[in-house]
């Protein structure tokens, strides 16, 4: 039974994450059902850098003088997040995004400024391109009463609890283990940067049909698959984003075996 129990440990945290929060591949596609206004969302500001790679929460956003990245004078911008239905995952996931022309926050206020509402109807959005290059086009569907009572929104306390686990600080382990030796900090960083940057490298060798079989294996859906358009690196980096580096391991670990076997026969 010891390793029943620890099966659905590894389960119930795999993936976790980043699950909540609507994730858009190249070119994909999200119906979505809006359940709290456009005006009645929520504000969060975010620590964002470029090099060295930084982006988590602000830990004082109405100070600013207990907060660790605010001394440091890293950035900060204004993340605007809202609750929706996701038809393809039949959740309730969170919408977040920074107000610029090239998020969909401008085609959503125009259309809660033309309907005088945004949770009368679903709406399509579209990711054009990929990365941070990409645009997104806001497309309304037709007024029709949504009629699915338990999808309830999330607070703003349990965002910003999912966006603290999900956005965790890079540093944060390190702060857990300050009464070590620095030398002994350093070399575990560095090794497990290395082992990061191995397994990545590993992933972004396979061919497309591999890796959307393993894909499937973890658990990523065929819908969410297919809005990748075939897309190795933008894939990897969702496994990477949403998945356990564990789990992966172990994941790669099992498919080389395969490989392994059938190349014996």
């Known amino acids: 039974m010891d390793l ?4 659905k440990d590894r389960i119930a ?3 976790t994450s980043k699950k909540e929060i609507l994730y858009f591949g190249k070119d994909s596609v999200k119906r979505v059902r809006f359940l709290q ?3 009645e969302g929520y504000t969060f500001q975010f620590h964002s850098n470029w090099d060295p790679s930084i982006y988590e929460l602000c830990e004082d956003p109405e100070d600013h003088s207990d907060c660790k990245r605010c001394k440091e004078g890293i950035a900060l911008q204004d993340e605007f997040a809202w609750s929706v239905w996701s038809y393809d995952d039949q959740a309730v996931r969170i919408l977040k995004f920074k107000a610029s022309g090239v998020s969909p926050i401008p085609g959503l206020i125009e ?3 033309e309907f005088g509402t945004i949770k009368d109807r679903d709406y399509k959005i579209k990711k054009v391109g990929s990365g941070m290059g990409g645009s997104y086009v806001v497309t309304p569907l037709d007024k029709e009463r949504f009629k699915n009572a338990k999808a309830k929104p999330f607070t703003e306390k349990q965002m910003l609890d999912l966006f603290r686990e999900a956005y965790k600080p890079k540093d944060d382990e390190e702060d857990e283990d300050e009464e070590e030796e620095t030398t002994t900090k350093k ?3 560095n090794k497990k940067a290395k082992k990061e940057k191995t397994l990545r490298s590993k992933f972004l060798e396979l061919e497309w049909d591999d890796l959307k079989e393993l894909a499937l294996e973890i658990g990523v859906s065929k819908k969410t698959i297919r809005g990748f ?3 190795e690196e933008e894939l990897v980096d969702y496994l990477f984003d949403e998945y356990e580096e564990n789990d992966l391991e172990d994941l790669l670990e099992e498919y080389d075996e395969e490989e392994d076997e059938d190349d014996e026969d």
């Open 187 to 189: 070399s575990k960083k």
């Open 229 to 231: 358009d075939e897309d």
């Open 4 to 7: 029943i129990k620890k099966m």
């Open 13 to 15: 945290k795999s993936g």
């Open 111 to 113: 259309m809660f400024e």
């Open 37 to 39: 206004e456009l005006d």
